[in-house]
């Protein structure tokens, strides 16, 4: 054979060895965007970001990781944020139950309210966090085992609890004003209660109605040089504008406490209210056993959990409040 046969042999050889890795790593990696689209959904919405929803979030997503539930990798995790409108929270709901996801998770009423009928009837499996009062949103029918595939956490605080934080303040507490959305359901039975509970301590409760966050600054200038502090429950819309509140009670000496920690480390001087990173991890954990098998509806809703003293000592001094110190003793001390 020639030397110059056996070139174009080698030559010709190269080339088809060439073509045929071209075509494994195509192959391959369309295997792979293949095998990626198909993994197992699983949608989360939530009404607005604020740093309760979002610690709640994340909790859910360790626990997924750490049972091996990997976002991109051995599932899919769809994120959307409604930023406050509830029409949109419905659009999005529409989006993702056309995803056929294999759950969805909702963080906060609003939410989970527009999930509700949708997951239904699709029969896709429905977990919620964040909601306050899931048998007054009507989202459940019993607290316990249900026919609907839906399940849930609440952070329902005792009103006792928040009324004597202010208190421990503000001694001698006689007017607390109150900002929320009176759109939210789980914020009118917040307010009840609290009326409820003021009432047998001689409080008069002051409210002020923000419909939208940019409605919040306004409602808490009207609370100024009418009410001795300011109470923020968990309500959406508040909370996401917590920043605006704080500044105000800043500027009047007005002092403003809170029903979640992530709005004492925006500013409020403090709360006595649940870890949210750990609500995320008990919602995350009903997530797990139903993607494992087990009904939604067979999964009681998480209730009744433990409660941690947080205060913001830097707020404190800003709106002209002294500490007790024997609550420095007890609580979780940032600000300082």
């Known amino acids: 054979m020639s030397s110059r046969l056996k070139k174009i042999l080698i030559s010709l050889t190269v080339l088809i060895l060439a073509a045929l890795s071209v075509k494994y790593f195509s192959d391959k990696q369309n295997s792979s965007e293949t095998s990626k689209d198909n993994l197992p959904i699983i949608a989360i919405t939530q009404i607005v970001e604020h740093s309760a929803l979002d610690q709640e979030r994340e909790g859910v997503i360790e626990v997924l990781a750490k049972a091996g539930y990997i976002d991109g990798q051995t599932v899919k995790i769809v994120y959307q944020n409604a930023q406050g409108n509830i029409g949109t929270a419905a659009q999005i709901t529409a989006q993702m139950i056309s995803l056929k996801p294999k759950l969805v998770l909702t963080l906060s009423t609003p939410s989970a309210q527009a999930a509700l009928g949708p997951c239904l009837a699709q029969n896709i499996p429905l977990v919620f966090s964040t909601v306050t009062d899931p048998l007054g949103a009507k989202l459940v029918k019993d607290l316990n085992k249900r026919t609907e595939a839906v399940t849930g956490v609440s952070d329902n605080l ?32 917040m307010v009840k209660a609290m009326h409820e509970e003021a009432a047998k ?110 205060i913001n000592k830097e707020s404190a001094e800003k709106m002209g409040v002294i500490i007790p110190q024997a609550l420095l003793q007890t609580a979780t001390v940032i600000g300082d």
């Open 158 to 189: 005792p009103m006792e609890s928040q009324i004597q934080l202010v208190q421990d303040f503000i001694p001698g507490l006689k007017t607390l004003g109150v900002i929320y959305n009176a759109g939210e359901v789980n914020s009118v039975k």
């Open 201 to 310: 301590h001689g409080i008069q409760i002051v409210e002020a109605v923000a419909g939208k966050t940019s409605d919040v600054a306004s409602a808490m200038n009207n609370l100024v040089g009418r009410v001795q502090a300011v109470y923020v429950p968990n309500d959406n819309t508040a909370v996401a504008a917590m920043n605006s509140i704080v500044q105000i009670g800043e500027k009047h000496k007005l002092p403003v406490f809170a029903g979640d920690t992530g709005s004492v480390k925006a500013g409020a001087i403090a709360t006595r209210g649940y870890d949210r990173f750990a609500l995320g991890r008990k919602a995350g954990e009903l997530v797990l056993k139903i993607l494992k098998g087990t009904p939604a509806g067979d999964l009681p809703l998480e209730v009744n959990h433990s409660l941690s003293l947080m």
